[in-house]
């Protein structure tokens, strides 16, 4: 498999494969193919994987493609402004953020995982549910925003606003801790809990959630407003009424 990956914050990997090989992806995923691939969707790795795969944001059915009569191409792309990074699995496995797988090769499993700890389940950001990558070859997951990655050594700690992990290898331990004092945690604007990652390990932060994009454009879309500045539209006066 080749791949590559184009764009800059609106990003789509292009993976390349042979006649022997088949990636799968989260349905709907798919911008564009070749001619010669052929899709089939299937509850990849069973009912219960799937069960637990839309537990974690991704659908039920994965959409598996194959090229016939030689090589192809297919693209996939996220659904929101973000950008795109391959997760290399070779005996490890890797923990993301549910909703972040886009795509894989065969050799990969995916699956979910519970948070260990309570308190990061329910203040963490993430949920209580992450989505778990195994086995062999490589994966693709898309995030919002930019993607900041850090390689911590053993017992080094990271504390990260909520919601803005992507993903970090198993061997990292995630947990929370109250963002300092009261008065910080009232006025300070980073809410309540921050998100803390010990090392060792690999981990990925965005610049961006998706929460977070959707709370700065609401008062956009609830207001009407034209432009920068402008006065709320009216619907019915546009057309007379």
Known sequence: MKYEIIGDNLQMVVVNISASEMVYGEAGAMIYMSDNMGMNAEVKGGLLKGIKRKFAGETFFMT????NGG???VAFAGNAPGRI???TISGN??????D???CAQDG????IAFTKKLGAGLFGGEGFILERLGGSGTAFIHACGDFVEMDLSQGEV???D???VVGFDSTVDYGIERAGNAKSMIFGGEGIFLTTLRGPGHIILQSMTVANLAAALRPYLSSGTSGRGGSPLSIGGLFGD
């Not at 598996?64 to 090229?67: A, D, L, M």
């Not at 496995?93 to 549910?98: M, S």
């Open 158 to 160: 990271v504390k990260v």
């Open 64 to 67: 598996e493609f194959r090229p």
């Open 85 to 87: 990074k391959p997760i």
């Open 93 to 98: 496995e890797f923990f993301a953020q549910k």
């Open 71 to 73: 090589d192809g191409f």
């Open 108 to 111: 990969i499993d995916l699956d």
């Open 100 to 102: 972040a797988f886009l």
């Open 162 to 164: 909520t919601g803005s």
